[in-house]
Every structure is written in C-alpha cells, then in structure tokens.
C-alpha cells in the first residue's frame, strides 16, 4: 500500500485499530501511531491533531484505561491499555467492518478494481 | 532541546479543563512531540516543525470535547438516571421500615429496579466513566443488598433489628445478650457478595481499584449512613433513651457498623481488585 487513505476514512477505522494495537500490549500515544504507521505501510497516518481526541474519547467510553510509566528510555510517558469493555468491543468491531467491506465489495467490487 | 511542555502549554490557551487534567494533556502531547523530533533526528531527517502545522484551536476543541463529562455525570445520569434510582431505592426502604408493606408492593418494588437497572445497563455505552464505573454497579450492589434485607426480614422482625442492633450495637458484642444476633450476621455475610457484585461490575466498565471497592461498598455505605446517622437523630427525637454512654454507643457502632462491614466487602471485592483484573 503505497498510497495514503483520506483523513475521513482514516478517522473512521482508527478505534479498530487502536483497539486492534492495544490488545496485543500497552501502548503509549507516540508508538500507536508509530506502529500504526509502519503495518499499514504508512497508509494510514495518524497525527498528534488526530489520535489524542480519539485516544481520551475511548478513554471517557472506558475502552481504554491511560496511566503514566516510564519508557525503556526512562521518560514518562501514559501508556494505554484496554479494559475488558475495549476487549469485549473488538470482535463487534472488527465483524462490522467485515460486513462493511463486503457490502462495499457487492456494490463497487471493490477487492477486483 | 525545546522545553515541550512551555510550547505546547502556550498553544493550549484555549482548552478549558480542571488544572490536573489539562496538565496531564500538555505533558502527553508535549511527550509526543518530543518523541517525534527524537525519531527525526535519529533518522537523520530534518526535524519538521511540526509544532506549526498542528491546528492548536480545533485540537483544543476536539481534546475537550473528548473529555468533557469525564469525572462527572452526564445530564442525563443527573437529571433522569440517578434522581430515579434515588426515588425507587427511598420508597424501597420506606418499605422496608415499615412492617405493614405487602408484599405484593415489595415485589413490585424490586421490578421497577430491576427493570431500571437494565435499561440503564443497556444504555451503559452513553454514560460516562463515574456513572458507568461507581454509580451503576453500586446501585445494582445496592438493589442486590435490599432485596436480601427483604427476604431475611420474611425471617426476622425488621423493626426489633432497628431497634435493638442500631440502638444498642454494644449488646451484639455481649454474648449472653438478646440482640438478634443471627440477623446481624446474616446480612454481614452478605456484604461479602455485595462486595464482589459491585467490585466485578465496576471492573467490567473499566473501573480503578478505588471505584470498584466504593462500588462494592455502597449498600454498607448507605446502612452505615442510615443507622449511624439518622438513627441515633430519631431516637433522640422521639425520645428513646440510650442504654450507654455516648461513647461506647459510638464505639461500639464504628466496629459493628463501619469496619465489620467495611472488612467483610472488601474480602468480597479483593479477587476484582487486582490491577491484572482491569487489564483483563
């Protein structure tokens, strides 16, 4: 993937991947989008701007929890985890947008352009 | 090395949040920019200025938009969701205190709770964190706790409860005494479960140690709030005398009442109050 995807796309999968990312380990706000960056090939791109409002709105929805802990280079940093709520919003999540990309693939035939 | 947190504190003007809270903010985004110009630089690319194509104003917006509400209850939990429970938990323990409720009308009662408690459980994803995390799960720790004084008071005279236990904690601690020892007991036992309920709903919603324990806590809350406080009032009131001085009544009151119960909730709260249980 080369090309990067509009914001408003971006905005809409970015609880999915943020959830995504947190289930495997805390994080904290730099490496999500670092990482987020890197599997995507730098398809989806989220900036300062974008990714804290999301990060404090799933916090307030008690997906996440934020706490503060230094980093292997020492400096304090708030790491993200999820709560059982964030986990249990995963598998919903990612079955919706499944379908929505299927229903997208019936009407445009997306996966064959 | 540009100090960050003087940057970003100074773009920030316009973000309206309690002093803590915003404080936490400029430290993550002034933690985020620092890591960014670290990577830059390590990468040998020029630092961009990052710091100046970011739209402070409609961040500012966005980040309070994003906490607001946090910490405190939403106009719907304040005007609709708690003032009802308040009501329906009132008029319960009205009931409660009165020996003449049918109960029919008790049965009643605990429906609507329940009724209320789901449908506010179903709408738990609009609510925010203190409701979702302390009120909801303290108020079905509550109901819980209600309908177990209820059921043992198909056993037990509720009345001879109030009067001997609250009036005279001491005499529970006298083994050859009268209280309705067994009353007491019975409803200490239960807190444990209480405990647990309200600890291992909090922790569902995402709820910190302290949230899970007051969670837990509440129907031992409100008892201790309601024998400790108003008892003693209305006993002076209509004129009951106590059998000891106020000390030992105080005393004595604290133990049976505060940290008997307070002991007995968190052993039912501690498997839910391990930081690797909000991880879970």
Same mark, same amino acid.
């Given at each position: 993937?080369?090309?990067?995807?509009?914001?408003?796309?971006?905005?809409?999968?970015?609880?999915?991947?943020?959830?995504?990312?947190?289930?495997?380990?805390?994080?904290?706000?730099?490496?999500?989008?670092?990482?987020?960056?890197?599997?995507?090939?730098?398809?989806?791109?989220?900036?300062?701007?974008?990714?804290?409002?999301?990060?404090?709105?799933?916090?307030?929805?008690?997906?996440?929890?934020?706490?503060?802990?230094?980093?292997?280079?020492?400096?304090?940093?708030?790491?993200?985890?999820?709560?059982?709520?964030?986990?249990?919003?995963?598998?919903?999540?990612?079955?919706?947008?499944?379908?929505?990309?299927?229903?997208?693939?019936?009407?445009?035939?997306?996966?064959?352009? | 090395?540009?100090?960050?947190?003087?940057?970003? @504190? @100074?773009?920030?003007?316009?973000?309206?949040?309690?002093?803590?809270?915003?404080?936490?903010?400029?430290?993550?985004?002034?933690?985020?920019?620092?890591?960014?110009?670290?990577?830059?630089?390590?990468?040998?690319?020029?630092?961009?200025?990052?710091?100046?194509?970011?739209?402070?104003?409609?961040?500012?917006?966005?980040?309070?938009?994003?906490?607001?509400?946090?910490?405190?209850?939403?106009?719907?939990?304040?005007?609709?969701?708690? &003032?009802?429970?308040?009501?329906?938990?009132?008029?319960?323990?009205?009931?409660?205190?009165?020996?003449?409720?049918?109960?029919?009308?008790?049965? /009643?009662?605990?429906?609507?709770?329940?009724?209320?408690?789901?449908?506010?459980?179903?709408?738990?994803?609009?609510?925010?964190?203190?409701?979702?995390?302390?009120?909801? &799960?303290?108020?079905?720790?509550?109901?819980?706790?209600?309908?177990?004084?209820?059921?043992?008071?198909?056993?037990?005279?509720?009345?001879?409860?109030?009067?001997? /236990?609250?009036?005279?904690?001491?005499?529970?601690?006298?083994?050859?005494?009268? #209280? &309705?020892?067994?009353?007491?007991?019975?409803?200490? /036992?239960?807190?444990?479960?209480?405990? %647990?309920?309200?600890?291992?709903?909090?922790?569902?919603?995402?709820?910190?140690?302290?949230?899970?324990?007051?969670?837990?806590?509440? $129907? %031992?809350?409100?008892?201790?709030?309601?024998?400790?406080?108003?008892?003693?009032?209305?006993?002076?009131? #209509?004129?009951?005398?106590?059998? #000891? &001085?106020?000390?030992?009544?105080?005393?004595?009151?604290?133990?049976?009442?505060?940290?008997? $119960?307070? /002991?007995?909730?968190?052993?039912?709260? #501690? $498997?839910?109050?391990?930081?690797?249980?909000? %991880?879970?």
């Amino acid at each position: 993937m080369s090309k990067r995807i509009r914001s408003k796309i971006a905005r809409g999968s970015g609880e999915l991947a943020v959830l995504s990312l947190l289930a495997e380990q805390p994080l904290y706000g730099f490496e999500i989008a670092k990482r987020i960056g890197e599997r995507t090939g730098g398809a989806l791109n989220f900036t300062l701007a974008s990714l804290y409002p999301l990060l404090y709105e799933m916090e307030k929805r008690g997906w996440l929890v934020g706490y503060w802990q230094p980093n292997q280079a020492g400096r304090d940093r708030r790491y993200y985890r999820l709560t059982a709520a964030g986990r249990g919003q995963l598998a919903p999540l990612r079955q919706e947008w499944r379908s929505f990309f299927q229903a997208l693939d019936a009407l445009a035939g997306v996966s064959h352009a | 090395m540009p100090d960050w947190k003087k940057l970003v @504190e @100074e773009r920030l003007t316009t973000l309206r949040l309690p002093p803590s809270a915003k404080q936490d903010v400029v430290a993550e985004l002034a933690a985020h920019l620092e890591d960014s110009a670290s990577a830059d630089r390590a990468s040998n690319e020029p630092v961009r200025p990052a710091i100046a194509h970011i739209p402070w104003c409609k961040l500012a917006n966005a980040i309070e938009h994003s906490k607001r509400e946090q910490g405190t209850m939403n106009r719907r939990s304040k005007t609709f969701w708690f &003032p009802a429970m308040a009501i329906l938990f009132a008029l319960g323990l009205i009931l409660l205190l009165r020996d003449s409720a049918a109960v029919l009308q008790r049965l /009643i009662w605990m429906a609507c709770m329940a009724m209320l408690l789901c449908t506010a459980a179903s709408e738990a994803k609009r609510l925010n964190r203190r409701t979702r995390c302390f009120w909801l &799960p303290g108020f079905v720790s509550l109901t819980a706790a209600s309908v177990w004084l209820f059921d043992i008071d198909i056993v037990y005279d509720p009345s001879l409860f109030f009067r001997q /236990i609250s009036l005279h904690p001491q005499d529970l601690l006298r083994w050859n005494s009268a #209280s &309705p020892r067994s009353f007491y007991f019975m409803w200490l /036992i239960a807190q444990v479960a209480f405990g %647990a309920l309200g600890a291992f709903f909090s922790s569902r919603a995402g709820g910190t140690r302290s949230a899970r324990f007051l969670a837990g806590a509440f $129907p %031992a809350m409100v008892i201790v709030g309601t024998y400790v406080g108003l008892v003693p009032i209305t006993a002076r009131i #209509s004129g009951q005398a106590f059998t #000891s &001085p106020l000390a030992a009544y105080l005393g004595s009151a604290m133990l049976v009442w505060v940290a008997a $119960p307070a /002991i007995a909730v968190l052993a039912g709260a #501690s $498997p839910f109050l391990s930081e690797s249980n909000i %991880a879970r």
